[in-house]
């Protein structure tokens, strides 16, 4: 990502704009923010706006957070040659890529994390009691933010709280563990 070699899509506008943003692999605080990788803004002393950010980024990693949890073997240590463990995860995904669109009972709803946004609720899915919860990473010993990371982070703070808004999240800001 840092030299440019992952061939990521050309940068575009989000639905209902003009404004070009890059495509974003989405983290957690641990990482550091640069223009094509997203964190949360810092939790103390945050905005509406910035909650609203967080609340938006926390609900597109959980989609990946709970199908990593339903793949348990990814879980722990994988027993391979280095050179294989990539093969894998890719492989472990395409699976429950599949059977998520062919099995209907492939997962069960109890499963994984769900937010219901008429009431304002939130559940934890199962897989985070039936087994140990997913390591975090170390926090990066470099804090320097990256500038274009802080521009690209607004310019998506500010869609998600003018065309990208959605009717839920300011009830849901205070539902969700962020």
Same mark, same amino acid.
């Given at each position: 990502?840092?030299?440019?070699?992952?061939?990521?899509?050309?940068?575009?506008?989000?639905?209902?704009?003009?404004?070009?943003?890059?495509?974003?692999?989405?983290?957690?605080?641990?990482?550091?923010?640069?223009?094509?990788?997203?964190?949360?803004?810092?939790?103390?002393?945050?905005?509406?706006? #910035? @909650?609203?950010? +967080?609340?938006?980024?926390?609900?597109?990693?959980?989609? &990946?957070? /709970?199908? =990593?949890?339903?793949?348990?073997?990814?879980?722990?240590?994988?027993?391979?040659?280095?050179?294989?463990?990539?093969?894998?995860?890719?492989?472990?995904?395409?699976?429950?890529?599949?059977?998520?669109?062919?099995?209907?009972?492939?997962?069960?709803?109890?499963?994984?994390?769900?937010?219901?946004?008429?009431?304002?609720?939130?559940?934890?899915?199962?897989?985070?009691?039936?087994?140990?919860?997913?390591?975090?990473? #170390? @926090?990066?010993? +470099?804090?320097?933010?990256?500038?274009?990371?802080?521009? &690209?982070? /607004?310019? =998506?703070?500010?869609?998600?709280?003018?065309?990208?808004?959605?009717?839920?999240?300011?009830?849901?800001?205070?539902?969700?563990?962020?």
């Amino acid at each position: 990502m840092i030299n440019n070699s992952l061939n990521l899509p050309s940068p575009s506008p989000p639905p209902g704009t003009n404004e070009i943003v890059p495509y974003v692999f989405l983290g957690d605080s641990a990482f550091a923010l640069n223009k094509n990788f997203m964190k949360p803004f810092p939790f103390k002393n945050i905005n509406r706006t #910035q @909650r609203i950010f +967080n609340y938006r980024l926390s609900r597109a990693r959980r989609v &990946v957070e /709970n199908a =990593f949890g339903i793949l348990r073997v990814l879980r722990r240590p994988l027993d391979l040659d280095l050179d294989n463990v990539d093969a894998v995860v890719l492989a472990c995904c395409a699976l429950h890529n599949f059977l998520r669109k062919r099995v209907p009972t492939y997962i069960c709803h109890s499963n994984i994390d769900s937010e219901n946004i008429r009431p304002g609720t939130f559940r934890e899915g199962d897989w985070r009691q039936i087994s140990a919860p997913l390591v975090s990473l #170390q @926090r990066s010993s +470099n804090r320097q933010r990256n500038e274009d990371g802080n521009i &690209v982070r /607004n310019k =998506f703070m500010d869609y998600f709280s003018s065309v990208g808004y959605v009717s839920f999240q300011d009830r849901m800001i205070d539902v969700v563990p962020l």
